[in-house]
T-cell receptor, first 118, second 115 residues
């Protein structure tokens, strides 16, 4: 249980175009989702926290107009990289909080999207 | 602000041996949660083990166990009987609890299990 499906797994786009990445919670309702960026051989850097029905909260230094996040339903959050440039090339990962029995909760992660901007 | 430090960028262990990965953290909170995640070459993040700060007993999951020292703010991961499939990047992570609480990750330790 608690699976997050992330698509696409890989995408190549031309500089100046926009790319949308989707994350769907398959068997639970994801009130909160997180979007991370990971550079090669580095840790996950939190970009923003997405809450269903409200505006995303962006981390310091992340351009909200560049990385548009929409969390319109309890099962879908999207990240759109607008006017992509080569420096936006990276590995993007989504994560959602799921509730278990009692007070337990955990984090489940999508399989990631490798974005290459040419 | 909370920080998580992993001082070992890379480690190597022979198959069937035991290895310990270090993690320290800094927080002023009293209630929080600690996690170890594994990221194999597929890059899928996999939960290895979690520990609630209010629990004194160290968490264990089969071959994986932790040494949680709350006063020292230390949370090391011990992998026993290492297997080739344990080769991965390991991240220590922390959060303060709550249903919308974000994870703070360490810089990671790359573990290579050799024959």
């Amino acid at each position: 249980g608690a699976v997050v499906s992330q698509h696409p797994s890989r995408v190549i786009c031309k500089s100046g175009t926009s790319v949308k990445i989707e994350c769907r919670s398959l068997d639970f309702q994801a009130t909160t989702m997180f979007w991370y960026r990971q550079f090669p051989k580095q840790s996950l850097m939190l970009m923003a926290t997405s809450n269903e029905g409200s505006k995303a909260t962006y981390e310091q230094g992340v351009e909200k107009d560049k990385f548009l996040i929409n969390h319109a339903s309890l099962t879908l959050s999207t990240l759109t990289v607008t006017s992509a440039h080569p420096e936006d090339s990276s590995f993007y990962i989504c994560s959602a909080i799921f509730r278990g029995p009692g007070p337990f909760y955990g984090y489940t992660f999508g399989s990631g999207t490798r974005l290459t901007v040419v | 602000a909370q920080t998580v430090t992993q001082s070992q960028p890379e480690m190597s262990v022979q198959e069937a041996e035991t290895v310990t990965l270090s993690c320290t953290y800094d927080t002023s909170e009293n209630n929080y949660y600690l996690f170890w995640y594994k990221q194999p070459p597929s890059r899928q993040m996999i939960l290895v083990i979690r520990q609630e700060a209010y629990k004194q007993q160290n968490a264990t999951e089969n071959r994986f166990s932790v040494n949680f020292q709350k006063a020292a703010k230390s949370f090391s991961l011990k992998i026993s009987d290492s297997q080739l499939g344990d080769t991965a990047m390991y991240f220590c992570a922390f959060n303060t609890g709550g249903t919308a609480s974000k994870l703070t990750f360490g810089t990671g330790t790359r573990l290579q299990v050799t024959l």
